[in-house]
């Protein structure tokens, strides 16, 4: 049974950082797709970064790239999303997704993934 479990949220001042984690437990393939997506209050699921688990080629949306950093530890099957310079505007609850059996990365829609984490909540004050 597949399992993903973030971590690592908390509330931080504007410009401050962050580092998530997604622990990841019963994948069997040489490679997934991994995402973090995010969704503020009353908006939809942003897909923010993802990583190829078997390559660790990485792909990142406008809106984070050069201040966000999708990394994998694949001894501890762990993901990281690590977030610097953050402003108000990245405020929301963040979910780690995997599509399974995949060497492509480009997976923006919800949709395209098989497996979701809780979520963790990142605040970021002004």
């Known amino acids: 049974q597949v399992h993903l479990v973030e971590s690592g949220g908390g509330s931080v001042q504007a410009g401050g950082s962050l580092r998530l984690s997604c622990a990841a437990s019963g994948y069997t393939y040489r490679s997934n797709c991994v995402g973090w997506f995010r969704q503020a209050p009353g908006k939809g699921r942003e897909g923010v970064a993802t990583?190829?688990?078997?390559?660790?080629?990485?792909y990142y949306a406008d809106s984070v790239k050069g201040r966000f950093t999708i990394s994998q530890d694949n001894a501890k099957n762990t993901v990281y999303l690590q977030m610097n310079s953050l402003s108000p505007e990245d405020t929301a609850m963040y979910y780690c997704a995997a599509h399974r059996n995949t060497w492509f990365g480009e997976r923006w829609s919800e949709g395209e993934y098989d497996d979701w984490g809780q979520g963790t909540q990142v605040t970021v004050s002004s």
């Open positions: 990583i190829v688990t078997g390559s660790g080629e990485t």
